[in-house]
C-alpha cells in the first residue's frame, strides 16, 4: 500500500470519530505536512474529507470511480492484482501497454473512469463515458501466439462468471468478446500483443463495463447498463467482481486450457441455436448457418448448408433476413 492509501486506511478507521493530523503523521511515521498534502491529494481525487478543530480529519464520502484504493481491499484474488489509475486517461490499453513494456508484472491494472481515446475492436471508437468502467490487466502466459485464440472467451467468461459468483447478476457471452445483460451489450474485451515467432512477451486485455446510464448522452442501440440489474452498484464494486471472475477464469485456462471451460461457456452463449451470418472485417459475409457450439480451441461452430465450419474470427450478427440462409 502506498502512504497515500495508508492515509485513507486510517481515515475509514476511524469512521465518524476522525482523526487529528498529528495522530495520523504519527501512526505512519510522517510529517504534519505530508499529512496534509495526501489529505490534499484524495480530496481531489474525489474524497470528501472534512477536517474540525478538534476533532482532525474526517472521511465523508468516497468517490464512485475505478479508484484502486476503493478495489483493492474488495478483491479476492488481490495477490494477483496491482492496480494503477482511476482517474480520465487516453486508453487504458495503451496505458497497460506502457506498463508492460517497461517491465510490470502479469496482474498490472490500468484502470480509468473515463476515456478520451478508448479502442473497440476491429479499429472501431470506444465511447468511454464517466459512469463506465474502463481497465486493461497486463498478462504475460507461458505460451506461443497461436495458442491465444481462445483468450478473448476466457476474459469475457470472466467477467460474466465474475459478476454471476460476486454480484449474483447473471449475464451471457457473444462470442467472440461481448458480455450481453438482457437484450444489450454490457461489456467488450479488447485483447493486444507482442510476442516473437514462439512466445508471447505480453498481452493486454482492455475490459470497457457500461455501468451507468451516460447522463444527457445520446441514447445507445443495442448497449446494457449494469445499474438497470443492480441500480446504485458502486463502480469499484463492479470492477473488483470482474477481475475476480477475470483472475479465476485466467488461471483455470493458463491450468488447464479452454477444453473444460467450454462446457461453461456454451451454457452462457448467446447465440447457441441462433440463425447467424459472420462477416468479416469489410463487412462481407463469410458464414450463415445455425450455431451449434464452440470448439476446444474457442471457434464458433456453424452448421451450414455445406456441412459444419469452425469460424476463428468475425462479426457475428443474428440473421433477421432469411435470405441470407446458409
Ligand atoms: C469491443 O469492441 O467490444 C471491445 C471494447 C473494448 C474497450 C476497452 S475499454 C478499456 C480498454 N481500453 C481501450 O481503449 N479499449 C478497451
Do not use: C
Not at 480530496?43 to 464520502?61: F, H, K, M, N, S
Not at 497461436?146 to 449474483?168: E, F, N, Q, R, T
Not at 450481453?180 to 512466445?199: H, I, P, Q
Not at 456454451?266 to 457450439?293: N, P, Y
Amino acid at each position: 500500500m502506498s502512504t497515500r492509501e495508508d492515509v485513507l486506511a486510517a481515515l475509514r478507521r476511524a469512521g465518524t470519530t476522525g482523526l487529528s493530523g498529528e495522530a495520523l503523521a504519527h501512526a505512519l511515521g510522517i510529517s504534519r505536512v505530508a499529512v496534509g498534502k495526501h489529505v490534499s491529494a484524495l480530496r481531489t481525487a474525489g474524497y470528501q474529507i472534512d477536517a474540525e478543530p478538534g476533532v482532525g480529519y474526517r472521511l465523508r464520502a468516497v468517490p464512485d470511480g475505478p479508484l484502486p484504493a476503493e478495489i483493492a481491499p474488495l478483491l479476492r484474488e488481490a495477490s494477483w492484482m496491482e492496480l494503477t489509475g482511476g482517474g480520465p486517461t487516453g486508453s487504458t490499453n495503451d496505458d497497460a501497454r506502457a506498463l508492460a513494456v517497461a517491465g510490470a508484472r502479469e496482474g498490472t491494472v490500468a484502470l480509468a473512469s473515463h476515456q478520451t481515446a478508448g479502442r473497440g475492436r476491429l479499429g472501431r471508437a470506444w465511447d468511454s463515458p464517466e459512469g463506465g468502467a474502463y481497465f486493461s490487466v497486463v498478462l504475460r502466459p507461458p505460451l506461443a501466439p497461436a495458442d491465444l485464440a481462445p483468450l478473448a472467451l476466457v476474459i469475457g467468461l470472466g467477467v460474466a462468471k465474475g459478476l454471476s459468483a460476486h454480484l449474483g447478476v447473471e449475464t451471457a457471452v457473444k462470442w467472440p468478446n461481448d458480455v450481453r445483460l438482457n437484450d444489450g451489450k454490457l461489456a467488450g474485451v479488447l485483447l493486444e500483443m507482442t510476442a516473437e515467432s514462439d512466445r508471447v512477451e505480453w498481452v493486454v486485455a482492455g475490459v470497457g463495463l457500461n455501468v451507468r446510464r451516460p447522463m444527457g448522452g445520446i441514447p445507445t442501440r443495442d448497449a446494457a447498463w449494469l445499474d438497470d440489474a443492480l441500480p446504485g452498484i458502486g463502480i469499484a464494486v463492479a470492477v473488483a467482481a470482474a477481475l475476480d471472475g477475470i483472475a479465476e477464469a485466467y488461471a483455470e485456462w493458463l491450468s488447464s486450457g479452454f477444453g473444460p471451460m467450454r462446457a461453461a461457456y456454451e451454457a452462457r452463449s448467446s447465440l447457441i441455436g441462433q440463425a447467424v451470418a459472420v462477416r468479416t472485417v469489410a463487412g462481407d459475409v463469410r458464414t450463415a448457418g445455425t450455431v451449434m457450439g464452440i470448439d476446444d480451441e474457442g471457434r464458433l461452430l456453424v452448421v451450414t448448408l455445406g456441412g459444419i465450419e469452425a469460424v476463428a474470427a468475425g462479426e457475428v450478427t443474428l440473421r433477421e433476413d432469411a435470405g441470407l440462409a446458409g
